[in-house]
C-alpha cells in the first residue's frame, strides 16, 4: 500500500518562508504525477504545483514565481520550497501521487498545516 506523509508544515511570518516534503513508501519515480494541493478554511481545494515523471513543473497562478517544487530521487520525496508566503497562503497542505496503468492510481498524504501571521 502506497502512503504518503507530509512534513514542514508550522506557522512563519508573513514574508518567510517554509519547506514541506511530501515522502512517499514507494519509488518517487513510479508515480507519473505527484501534485501538492491546499485547502484552506471554507474554500475549494486550489492545486499548487505539479510535477511529472520527466521533471515538468506547473505552477499554480497564485504561487508563480514565490513556490519551487522539486524531486529527490534518492529520498523518494517531493518537496516544495515556499518564499514570501503571504497570509492568503495559509491552508492545510496535502500532496498527491498518480500513477497511471490500466487506470489512473491516485495516493493522497493527510495534510500538513501551514499558517502565515500578518
Known amino acids: 500500500q502506497v502512503q504518503l506523509v507530509e512534513s514542514g508544515g508550522g506557522l512563519v511570518q508573513a514574508g518567510g518562508s517554509l519547506r514541506l516534503s511530501c515522502a512517499a513508501s514507494?519509488?518517487?519515480?513510479?508515480?507519473?504525477?505527484i501534485t501538492w494541493y491546499r485547502q484552506a478554511p471554507g474554500k475549494l481545494r486550489e492545486l499548487v504545483a505539479t510535477?511529472?515523471?520527466?521533471?515538468?513543473?506547473n505552477y499554480g497562478d497564485s504561487v508563480k514565481d514565490r513556490f519551487t517544487i522539486s524531486r529527490d530521487n534518492a529520498k523518494n520525496t517531493v518537496n516544495l520550497q515556499m518564499n514570501s508566503l503571504r497570509p492568503e497562503d495559509t491552508a492545510v497542505y496535502s500532496c498527491?501521487?498518480?500513477?497511471?496503468?490500466?487506470?489512473?492510481?491516485?495516493?493522497w498524504g493527510q495534510g500538513t498545516q501551514v499558517t502565515v501571521s500578518s
Open positions: 498527491k501521487a498518480a500513477k497511471i496503468t490500466d487506470r489512473v492510481y491516485e495516493y
Open positions: 514507494g519509488d518517487i519515480l513510479s508515480f507519473n504525477v
Open positions: 510535477i511529472s515523471k520527466a521533471g515538468t513543473t
